[in-house]
């Protein structure tokens, strides 16, 4: 009998707290986890960054496999979160089966479009950052060889590829680009091994500055570039902290930003297509103390001038998600 | 053919099958006598994160790597005291300290440093240096050897040439003592290694612990030799390709290292499609090179090339008297 009691104060404990959570949006982190320096965290620290200013709380989960997606969005959909933010594309096809059930739930999915009334999809333009990021690799470089690590091999990806190449070679175009993926699994986001041997492979071809795109592996390649002396390009959030003065710099791309304003927007989130580029904020590269150095005023210019191309509209770069396919690189 | 004689692809290749090799050796110890050992991955992890935690508190990577041995014994206590002294399936067992492992080394990272499952990064004397060989300067001109001993001989980190010698040491220890003569008799059959007075449980639990040194050894490596610092999952797999080595080079201690080398080989190639291009005049997925290690010991274990058999006594607790 008093076991009894015990399970029925305890599902009322839990019932309680159920309904505290009420309304509170939710952040669902992707495979890498919510620390991976890199795309997560950053959607972490807009998270972080809502709940400081705002002094509310959000409700969080970090999957362990892809199996719990699903699970995961009903589970705090149907715990009564809302806005529920998802980062990373792979929640795509789980959000596509689950958005019509919770017609009352704004969804916000970054990195991939799902067509629903009630889910907002942004997407960000990664070939611009990437493209210059390409430009000041291109500059850096002495050998006139570059390296590009990507993670798993999926179109978002070959993007970030295909931006950095066609700022390669806008700034050198006799330059080299030695591209690689990690892999073909989501394995390949956590194997710094692998990503350090790629590095090395890399410089033995004659690269001397590596781009890792490609979350928890980057570390490797970030790590193994300041060992050998090279300098390296870290991705999502701005790594240049990471190894100070060996990091050329970071190709940011504002996940926070898009945390944030969908956890202020609340319950009147608007639905829709939503694209992040140069011109409003939402990609760029990083400036900081620890990179100061290593950005001489000639390639500041040369930045400079690609934005405000870019911006106007006078330089195209190519995304590669338009037609799967890359002038400049053949994958 | 600028694949066989590349340089990187075969300091590359070392590099890549030195955990293998000791994860290779510490299956081979475990399963000859007689216990089956799936738990290779999870022991590696958890000594790769004990390595690297302990290595960066202390500021001393000897301190991290004794740390990285300890976590992967107490899990080969664990799988030795469910295996042996309570009879329980033995593959069971192992999944379970792969599972309990992956979550472990996440949620204990987290409270301890608050970076999402990960360890600060390693620097100077919390990580392994890479060992100059005597000379290596001073030939690396002349031609062919040159090469060979200053880039490809010289210039790893010192449990690389620590797994190295584990080979002949293993092949000894296995066929040249007494200890071995019964580790490799209690695998086969334990009833006779009882008979004649020797311990069953002792012996088993013995081979269990070198497996454990072995494979907080290879943890290691993989944290504070090749990578400063532990990254969550960061073994991604390797010991099940170990797993798959074992069975590839049936049992035996050269063929580990044959078998290691190879498979390392394969994911060091795996990086270079510049030169299979080259070398072959086509594209090869890197897929089917990552997926080439488990073909192989599938096509070795439905016996096409060889056979592979084995210890008789395999997965199957020792009951003394029922």
């Not at chain 1, 019932?15 to 890199?38: E, I, R, Y």
């Not at chain 1, 570059?146 to 700022?167: E, H, S």
């Not at chain 1, 781009?211 to 959030?237: H, R």
């Not at chain 1, 927007?265 to 400036?287: P, Q, R």
Request: negative net charge.
């Amino acid at each position: 009998m008093t076991l009894m009691t015990k399970f029925l104060s305890a599902s009322a404990a839990l019932a309680l707290t159920a309904g505290a959570a009420m309304a509170d949006p939710a952040v669902l982190f992707d495979l890498g986890g919510k620390f991976d320096k890199s795309f997560n965290e950053s959607a972490f620290n807009g998270a972080q960054r809502w709940a400081e200013e705002t002094g509310g709380s959000f409700n969080e989960v970090e999957i362990q496999s892809d199996a719990q997606r699903e699970q995961a969005i009903r589970r705090f959909a149907e715990a009564g979160n809302n806005p529920i933010v998802m980062a990373g594309f792979s929640w795509a096809s789980a959000l596509g089966e689950v958005a019509a059930d919770y017609p009352d739930t704004k969804f916000q999915i970054i990195d991939m479009v799902v067509d629903a009334p009630n889910v907002r999809s942004i997407v960000f333009a990664e070939e611009q950052g990437s493209y210059l990021v390409g430009v000041a690799a291109a500059m850096a470089s002495e050998t006139g060889t570059v390296g590009f690590i990507g993670g798993m091999d999926i179109p978002l990806i070959r993007n970030f590829a295909c931006g950095y190449v066609q700022g390669v070679l806008a700034a050198n175009p006799d330059a080299t680009v030695i591209a690689n993926m990690t892999g073909t699994t989501p394995a390949a986001w956590n194997d710094p091994v692998k990503g350090s041997e790629l590095t090395l492979a890399q410089i033995s071809q004659g690269a001397d500055v590596v781009y890792a795109a490609a979350g928890g592996t980057g570390v490797g390649v970030l790590q193994t570039a300041a060992d050998e002396g090279i300098l390296s390009i870290g991705v999502d959030s701005n790594q240049n902290y990471l190894h100070p003065g060996m990091v050329l710099t970071s190709m940011l791309k504002r996940v926070d930003n898009a945390v944030y304003d969908a956890l202020m927007a609340g319950d009147a989130l608007e639905a829709g297509f939503n694209v992040m580029d140069l011109a409003n904020g939402g990609v760029g590269y990083a400036l900081d103390e620890h990179n100061e150095a290593l950005i001489t005023d000639e390639m500041k210019a040369a930045l400079d001038a690609a934005s405000a191309g870019i911006e106007s509209g006078a330089i195209m770069v190519h995304n590669y998600n338009t037609d799967e396919a890359c002038p400049v690189y053949d994958f | 053919m600028d694949l066989l004689f590349n340089i990187q692809v075969w300091d590359s290749t070392i590099r890549l099958a030195t955990p293998l090799l000791l994860a290779c050796l510490a299956g081979l110890f475990s399963e000859r006598s007689g216990i089956f050992d799936i738990g290779l991955e999870g022991k590696m992890l958890a000594a790769a994160f004990m390595s690297a935690a302990v290595a960066y508190t202390s500021g001393s990577v000897w301190v991290g790597l004794l740390a990285g041995i300890g976590a992967s014994l107490a899990l080969s206590l664990l799988h030795g005291l469910a295996s042996i002294t309570f009879r329980g399936n033995q593959l069971i067992s192992g999944v379970a300290i792969n599972f309990l492992a992956a979550g472990l080394t996440v949620v204990v990272a987290q409270s301890w440093f608050a970076q999402g499952g990960r360890t600060p990064q390693l620097a100077g004397a919390a990580r392994f240096e890479q060992i100059e060989l005597p000379f290596a300067s001073a030939v690396a001109d002349v031609p062919f050897i040159g090469p060979i001993y200053a880039d490809l001989i010289s210039g790893h980190t010192i449990l690389v040439y620590f797994a190295l010698l584990c080979v002949p040491a293993t092949w000894w220890l296995l066929y040249r003592t007494r200890f071995g003569l019964r580790l490799r008799a209690v695998g086969e059959n334990p009833a006779a290694v009882d008979t004649a007075g020797v311990s069953v449980i002792g012996l088993r639990f013995s081979a269990v612990m070198i497996c454990g040194v072995l494979c907080g050894i290879a943890g290691a490596y993989l944290a504070t030799g090749l990578q400063a610092g532990f990254t969550k999952d960061m073994t991604a797999g390797r010991g099940y390709i170990a797993l798959a080595a074992l069975i590839f080079a049936k049992w035996r201690p050269w063929y580990a290292l044959s078998a290691t080398i190879l498979f390392g080989y394969l994911q060091a190639i795996a990086l270079r499609p510049d030169l299979i291009e080259s070398s072959f005049g086509f594209e090869i997925q890197g897929q089917l090179l990552d997926a080439l290690p488990f073909i192989m010991t599938v096509v070795i274990l439905a016996g096409f090339v060889g056979k592979a058999i084995p210890p008789r006594a395999g997965g199957e607790p020792y009951v003394k008297e029922r």
